[in-house]
């Protein structure tokens, strides 16, 4: 079960949370509109598609890339959520500054996806504060320079150890249980080698007994296995997704959704599923 503010999923399927990035606007007009608009079109055509979660953020955390300060991000995803205030499932905020939580949940957000796991206190404040969901992620480092060089003893312990703490801090807030999900953090400070070691070893995460996320689409890892180029991942994502499904995970986060879906029903048709 996952409670996610006034939605609710069983989770008797796997779910699929489409990936919508509010991009800067290019025109020099001084206005968002267009990239307002532009955002809010790719949600409504997510989910068409056949998205269960629509994931908003206004800031790449893609390797190296530059960060984007909190007015800056407020202006970029506010407009978005606010459009997309009545939609018929849940929004989640992809971000980790506390002020962005509180602002994107006022405007009516039901999830925060957060890739620093709530580990500032005004971030576990803002989630307890409210009745939305929570993706808690575990990355080694600051997104401009986790790639350097990814370092574990023992990457499946160390990650599952940092998830079990902090599903411990959330629900010490206050944050129920069936309100948190749990994300490896694909990508996130790991070598090609952890991050298959990561997939290869996803039921050791859901022994930890709360949903898990898997986030591997277009990642360079599918690159590196592959060669191909960021957008040419396709069908690497959708093969990888399938992968996490098998393995335990409960959501997949892509950007492909109406592909996964298709994948996703041939998964659920014959693990017994008729939805
Ligand atoms: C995630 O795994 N990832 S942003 C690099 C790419 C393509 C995509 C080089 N936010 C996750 O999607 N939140 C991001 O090509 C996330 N889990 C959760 N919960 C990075 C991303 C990407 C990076």
């Known amino acids: 079960m996952l409670h ?3 939605f609710q999923f069983d989770l008797a399927r796997p779910l699929v949370m489409g990936i919508v990035n509010v991009t800067p606007d290019s025109f020099s007009d001084g206005g968002r509109h267009a ?4 955002a809010i079109a790719h949600a409504v055509q997510l989910l ?6 629509l994931d908003v953020g206004g800031e790449s955390t893609r390797p190296g890339a530059a960060e984007v300060s909190e007015q800056e991000e407020l202006d970029r995803v506010l407009p978005v959520i606010e459009g997309l205030r009545g939609i018929a499932v849940p929004v989640s905020i992809d971000t980790y500054k506390p002020k962005v939580m509180r602002a994107a949940l006022d405007a009516g957000a039901s999830m925060v996806n957060d890739i620093n796991a709530l580990q500032k206190d005004a971030s576990l404040e803002a989630v307890a504060g409210s009745d939305a969901a929570v993706c808690l992620m575990h990355k080694q480092g600051a997104p401009q320079t986790m790639q350097q060089q990814p370092q ?7 990650v599952s150890e940092f998830l079990h703490r902090r599903i411990a801090a959330a629900e010490a807030a206050g944050i129920a249980r069936k309100r948190i999900v749990i994300d490896p953090g694909f990508g996130f400070g790991k070598t090609l080698a952890h991050n298959l070691d990561l997939l290869r070893e996803l039921e050791t995460f859901c022994a930890l007994g709360v949903p898990v996320l898997a986030g591997l689409s277009r990642k360079s890892m599918l690159g590196a296995i592959t060669g191909r180029d960021v957008n040419e991942r396709m069908t690497a994502s959708v093969a990888a997704a399938l992968l996490a499904v098998q ?5 997949v986060r892509v950007h492909d959704v109406r592909e996964t879906v298709d994948v996703l029903k041939i998964w ?6 008729n939805k």
Request: aromatic share 4%; proline share 0%.
């Open 152 to 158: 574990y003893r023992d990457v499946i312990a160390e």
């Open 4 to 6: 996610c503010g006034k």
């Open 268 to 273: 659920n048709a014959v693990n017994g599923s």
């Open 48 to 53: 068409e598609d056949g998205a269960d979660i």
């Open 247 to 251: 393995r335990g995970a409960a959501i």
């Open 35 to 38: 990239s307002t608009a532009a």
